[in-house]
């Protein structure tokens, strides 16, 4: 029973979060509820995400939405991140990682509605010193503690010009190398419980494919309501349950 309540908890969450962001906000909480002590759920979202979030962007590539040089470009940033986030994790308190997160999604939150970017663009990715820096910190989050990092990437990649099918692939290759970096970390230090780790792999996967054909469908003005519900959701969820 334990495995089918994991394997449709990964389905849940990475539906959402290929569509958005913000699938940590389902998993996350799920498994801590489940009595999964807190290094193995966040060690199986990141060996989960690493191979669905892979699965979203090789579908979306086939569509030849977005190259492998642009790829290239956000990979090395974001698994610099997840490598660096990952061997920082112990060294942080979990307190100062929601500091962070709220401080992090309050303000994606209020630059959606101040900023005029909603994914109308379709710019090729270029990345400068700033968006740079956003993309290897969001990794480095994402490394440590994870929920609303795709929501956040969303929001970096909005902001560059990205139009939407194409910041969903390059999110889902960001949260690939940053969660590929944490993963290593995570196997290193004997956290993973694979019996749990395989049974929200297999729903991440299939939760992974759903939403990247959801997203192909999804009209762009939905978008941005979409990510400032998660991102709402994110905040309410992460303030509540650490009172």
Not at 154 to 180: D, E, P, T
Not at 222 to 243: F, G, H, S, W
């Amino acid at each position: 029973m334990e495995f089918i309540w994991l394997f449709i908890i990964g389905l849940i969450a990475n539906v959402l979060g290929t569509l958005a962001g913000g699938g940590g906000l389902i998993s996350l909480p799920a498994m801590l509820l489940m009595g999964i002590p807190v290094h193995s759920a966040i060690g199986a979202n990141k060996v989960s995400n690493t191979v669905s979030s892979l699965s979203s962007f090789i579908v979306i590539y086939k569509y030849k939405e977005i190259t492998v040089k642009e790829a290239l470009i956000v990979m090395p940033l974001c698994l610099g991140g997840g490598i660096s986030g990952g061997l920082i994790a112990s060294l942080l308190t979990e307190r100062t990682m929601i500091i962070i997160a709220v401080v992090l999604l309050s303000f994606a939150l209020l630059s959606s509605f101040l900023g005029s970017s909603d994914f109308n663009g379709n710019r090729p990715l270029v990345v400068n010193k700033k968006s740079g820096f956003s993309l290897f910190g969001i990794g480095f989050y994402d490394g440590v503690f994870g929920p609303g990092s795709g929501t956040l990437m969303m929001y970096v990649l909005s902001h560059i010009g990205v139009s939407y099918i194409r910041a969903v692939g390059l999110a889902r290759i960001a949260i690939f190398s940053s969660c590929f970096g944490a993963s290593i970390t995570y196997i290193a230090t004997g956290k993973i419980m694979w019996a749990v780790t395989i049974a929200l792999l297999l729903g991440s996967v299939s939760g992974a494919q759903i939403g990247v054909h959801l997203a192909r469908k999804i009209k762009k003005e939905y978008v941005k309501p979409l990510l400032r519900m998660v991102t709402i959701a994110l905040l309410i969820q992460i303030v509540v349950t650490n009172l």
